[in-house]
């Protein structure tokens, strides 16, 4: 069964930049579109960027435009979300779910892990 792991989470100032990983095992990671999702603290979950498992093809969040962007790397079997420029709305734990399908849906991802704490805060 595929499982996924998160990390690169961590307190950064205002402006700053981080790259999440998500790594995954039990499966080919590229099979499989994924989403980052946030949960900020109080909030509901909610998608922020997905990558599709056709032809790499990326879609975000009309909020995060410009300040996120999907990559991924098959030879490690992991999928990057770098965030430059953080604000303190972008605090929240992320998580990089997958599914078979290349969709906004949260219903439609069926793997989940535990996710990362990102803290943006002066």
């Known amino acids: 069964q595929l499982q996924l792991v998160e990390s690169g989470g961590g307190l950064v100032q205002p402006g700053g930049s981080l790259r999440l990983s998500c790594a995954a095992s039990g499966g080919t990671l590229d099979h499989y579109a994924i989403g980052w999702f946030r949960q900020a603290p109080g909030k509901e979950r909610e998608g922020v960027s997905w990558?599709?498992?056709?032809?790499?093809?990326?879609d975000y969040e009309d909020a995060v435009k410009g300040r996120f962007t999907l990559s991924r790397d098959n030879a490690k079997n992991t999928v990057y979300l770098q965030i430059n420029s953080l604000l303190s709305v972008h605090t929240g734990v992320y998580y990089c779910?997958?599914?078979?399908?290349?969709?906004?849906?949260?219903?439609?991802?069926?793997?989940w892990g535990q996710g990362t704490m990102v803290t943006v805060s002066s």
């Open positions: 779910p997958a599914s078979w399908l290349f969709t906004v849906l949260t219903s439609a991802y069926n793997y």
């Open positions: 990558i599709s498992n056709s032809d790499g093809s990326t």
